[in-house]
């Protein structure tokens, strides 16, 4: 066998491995979409928790809301350990979108309690504002989960 020869096999076994590749990408690609699921639940969830916490304005609404929020929030954590594959950029994702709602759920709860007790010109936006991190990042999931099919 020549050196040429050599060059040449390695190189269709190199094609071969990226064919290879690009088809594994193509098929578990697109099974990182249940984040989606999950970013907007968790939107979701924190979005109801703030409502009912603003709006009812007593012990009672907090014990509620965190009831709800407990159970739902053990259910998206239950969904996502059961997923056979993390979505790309999982960690950096997840990170971000709890880095973000984490300030704005807090400083909706902590202001809002001090000053806006029971306003719904404060906990409905703020409400609002605490789902947009983590159902973004379901967005941007289930954007590149579409992408590869």
Sequence with gaps: ???????????????????QAGAMDAKVRPMGRWYALYGIGFGLTSMILLLII???????????????????????????????????????????????????????????????RGELLWWVPMAVLSAVPTSVVGLIVLRRSRSAQ
């Design 54 to 116: 603003g709006i009812s304005d007593s012990v009672a609404g907090v014990v509620v809301g965190m009831t709800f929020y407990a159970i739902a929030l053990s259910a998206l954590v239950v969904y996502s350990t059961t997923r056979p594959v993390k979505p790309l950029g999982y960690n950096r994702l997840h990170l971000w979108g709890i880095g973000v709602w984490t300030p704005a759920y807090v400083t909706a709860v902590v202001v809002g309690s001090i000053l806006f």
């Design 1 to 19: 066998m020549t050196t040429a020869e050599g060059m040449r096999m390695r190189r269709e076994e190199a094609w071969d491995a990226l064919e």
